[in-house]
């Protein structure tokens, strides 16, 4: 099976809120407000646009399911999304990852089956402490694909929310 994986790291900042419900958001930016209660970490290694020409293609298959590893402390958090032709991958600062089908430079992943608002609030609790977030990105190809490809509805996604 194709696959392609990136690891960088992000940090907490006193901020973090995490109540989004349809998005969470790391940044290579180094400040946050109260009002982005999308970002779970700043001061990332990576934006979109620095992944690798790797990862890239392979993320933008049709069929191309992203697994993100979150890990700050013990605590760890699997959110399965999927990749899309339509990733554009091209924001110098941010990596999104969406329940929707939205796509802008900054979105990575769609139909996550996590948003910032239902991250366990153990993890947000060491992220407002400014705790290093180490972040895996697997892309990986469907060893399956339908000649028609559909986007995958996560579990537990009963309701797409329009942003």
Not at 2 to 24: I, L, N
Not at 25 to 35: F, G, K, N, V, Y
Not at 61 to 72: A, H, N
Request: net charge negative; aromatic share 6%.
């Amino acid at each position: 099976m194709p696959r392609a994986v990136e690891q960088f790291s992000a940090f907490g900042h006193p901020e973090v809120t995490a109540t989004h419900r349809t998005t969470f958001e790391i940044t290579a930016e180094q400040h946050l407000s109260s009002s982005g209660n999308c970002i779970i970490a700043v001061r990332s290694e990576k934006g979109a646009v620095d992944l690798s020409d790797q990862f890239r293609e392979l993320i933008r298959s049709p069929g191309c399911r992203l697994i993100t590893e979150l890990r700050c402390r013990d605590v760890e958090v699997t959110v399965t999304s999927s990749g899309s032709p339509n990733l554009l991958l091209d924001h110098q600062t941010d990596m999104v990852w969406r329940r929707s089908s939205f796509t802008c430079g900054r979105t990575i992943g769609l139909y996550s089956d996590y948003t910032a608002g239902m991250l366990p609030r153990e993890l947000i609790t060491l992220l407002k402490l400014g705790e290093r977030l180490d972040i895996t990105l697997i892309a990986e190809l469907d060893p399956y694909p339908n000649e028609n490809p559909e986007p995958c509805i996560l579990p537990g996604l009963n309701l797409l929310i329009k942003e």
